[in-house]
C-alpha cells in the first residue's frame, strides 16, 4: 500500500505546470516550478532556480491526507519548514488539481511575485509538514483559513487572487 501512496504522491510531482496553468501565473509569462524525482524545472525542462532543500525527503511523507491531487506551497513551508499560516482553496484548474493554495503567511507581497518561491506538490506532502491541515481540506472551494493567536485555523473571506 506504502509503495502505491508513493508512486501517485511521485506522479501528481510529475504534473505538468503546462497543464494546471495556474491563475497566479496566467499573463505573467511564469511557470511555477515543479517538484520531481530528477529536480525542479519548468515544463519545457529549463531549470531556472538554484535547486531547493526540502525539510522532508521522500522517503519521510506519510500517508496523512491521500487523494486530494495537487496544490501550491510556498517554500516558507516546504524549505524553511514553517507552518501554514493562510491557505485558500479556490475552484481547481482541472482534475489534477485540488484547489489549495498554502502560505505561511509572512510572504511579502514581493517574495509571492516570485514562482520560484513556489512548489507544485500533492497535498499529502504539505499535510506531513502541517498536519493541522488536515482539518481544513475538505472545505468547499471559495475556503479562506488563517491561525489565530493561539494557532488554531479561522475561517476568513475568501478574496480571489488577482489573475
Known amino acids: 500500500m506504502q509503495e502505491g501512496i508513493l508512486e501517485r504522491q511521485e506522479a501528481n510531482r510529475d504534473l505538468s ?4 496553468d495556474f491563475r497566479y501565473t496566467r499573463g ?3 511557470r511555477p516550478p515543479q517538484r520531481t524525482s530528477h529536480g525542479l524545472g519548468t515544463p519545457d525542462g529549463l531549470l531556472t532556480m538554484t535547486p531547493k532543500r526540502f525539510r ?4 519521510q511523507i506519510q500517508p496523512i491526507a491521500v487523494g486530494y491531487g495537487s496544490c501550491i506551497a ?26 489549495w493554495r498554502f502560505f ?3 510572504e511579502s507581497d514581493d517574495y509571492t ?3 520560484d518561491n513556489f512548489v ?31 494557532g488554531k485555523f479561522v475561517e476568513v473571506d475568501f478574496e480571489p487572487p488577482d489573475d
Do not use: H
Request: net charge negative; with cysteine.
Open 17 to 20: 505546470a503546462e497543464a494546471l
Open 56 to 59: 522532508l525527503s521522500a522517503d
Open 28 to 30: 505573467s509569462g511564469v
Open 113 to 115: 511575485a516570485n514562482a
Open 120 to 150: 507544485l506538490d500533492d497535498v499529502n506532502t504539505i499535510a506531513n509538514y502541517d498536519p493541522d491541515i488536515v482539518s481544513l481540506i475538505e472545505a468547499p472551494a471559495a475556503s479562506a483559513f488563517e491561525r489565530d493567536p493561539q
Open 74 to 99: 510556498s517554500d516558507r513551508i516546504v524549505v524553511d519548514c514553517a507552518k501554514v499560516g493562510y491557505c485558500y482553496r479556490e475552484p481547481p484548474d482541472n482534475d489534477l488539481d485540488s484547489g
Open 104 to 106: 505561511a503567511g509572512d
